[in-house]
């Protein structure tokens, strides 16, 4: 990407980003049927060490010598990542994956909200009404049309996920300034693996060998929505900023839904489509600068954002 312009590189990025949203979406649809006949930690724990050896069999010339400095780093976004994977892979067995997509992307509101409270930052106006309209909008996916609202198992451990994936952003944004990105990609990735397939061994029984559908969405998960989607993500994001890239990623609760309904023949009520609009409103207004250049700036950029 070296040879291109700045506008064709960020051009390029966006279209990537983009890319990973729509298999990330995808991705809610695979893990919600591969759960009709594969438990969570096992699905996690095949899904995370099928990607690692992918990565590194693909990338292991970038990756290069890892060193005791580089597994302490990878090992805390590791585990994070692990946590994260873990409750919203969990929670999808008691909510949809329309429902779980939008939810999931509350994670954009929360990063400005949990940066405050780690680097004692405030953060600014938008970030608060974001914030707001997310709590409005999560009440109205979790109005069942009874006079009552309420979150099930399902959507409180994917807020929980939402928050680790904050987490997430966050601790990768720190130890990227420092380290080869190839090996923050491959060790994340390698200890959430090794820490599904404990988890899956001690808190699951032993599978039972598995359909071809359910193949066909582990292979997924692993080579696209993990291998893949985390590499590409790398790259992009060299060529943009974090807020620019966080509300490309976001789109993949709009695929989420999109899917869900298309493949899996899931509901969304007025309410929740409502409830899914004002939390995607919440994003657009956390990420998006509302303001306008001055005039001579527009002309040293070309007139091109």
Not at 44 to 53: D, E, K, P, W
């Amino acid at each position: 990407m070296s040879k291109l312009t700045k506008n064709q590189q960020r051009y390029l990025s966006d279209f990537s980003l983009l890319f990973v949203a729509a298999v990330w979406g995808g991705g809610f649809v695979a893990v919600k049927d591969a759960l009709n006949t594969l438990t969570p930690m096992f699905l996690m724990a095949i899904r995370f060490v099928m990607a690692a050896a992918i990565l590194y069999l693909f990338l292991f010339k970038w990756i290069g010598k890892l060193t005791k400095e580089d597994f302490k780093k990878g090992s805390v976004v590791g585990v994070i990542l692990f946590l994260a994977f873990s409750a919203q892979t969990i929670g999808l067995q008691y909510t949809t994956a329309s429902k779980q997509g939008f939810l999931t992307a509350t994670y954009v509101v929360m990063v400005p909200l949990l940066s405050w409270v780690i680097y004692r930052k405030a953060p600014g106006f938008k970030a608060f009404v974001g914030s707001v309209i997310t709590i409005l909008g999560i009440g109205l996916i979790s109005f069942h049309g009874n006079s009552s609202f309420s979150l099930n198992l399902g959507d409180s451990l994917t807020l929980l996920c939402a928050l680790l994936f904050a987490a997430h952003i966050i601790s990768i944004e720190f130890f990227a300034k420092d380290m080869n990105v190839f090996k923050l990609a491959f060790l994340q990735i390698a200890v959430a693996a090794v820490l599904f397939v404990i988890t899956a061994f001690i808190v699951e029984p032993i599978p039972e060998p598995l359909s071809a559908r359910a193949w066909f969405a582990i292979v997924y998960l692993a080579i696209f929505s993990t291998f893949l989607c985390f590499t590409v993500q790398t790259v992009a994001q060299k060529y943009t900023t974090s807020s620019h890239a966080s509300i490309i990623l976001s789109l993949e609760s709009v695929f989420a839904a999109i899917f869900g309904v298309l493949l899996l023949k899931e509901h969304m009520s007025p309410m929740m489509l409502v409830g899914c609009g004002l939390i995607f409103s919440a994003i657009l207004i956390v990420e998006l600068n509302f303001k306008k250049k001055p005039k001579a700036q527009i002309a040293e950029s070309g007139g091109a954002e």
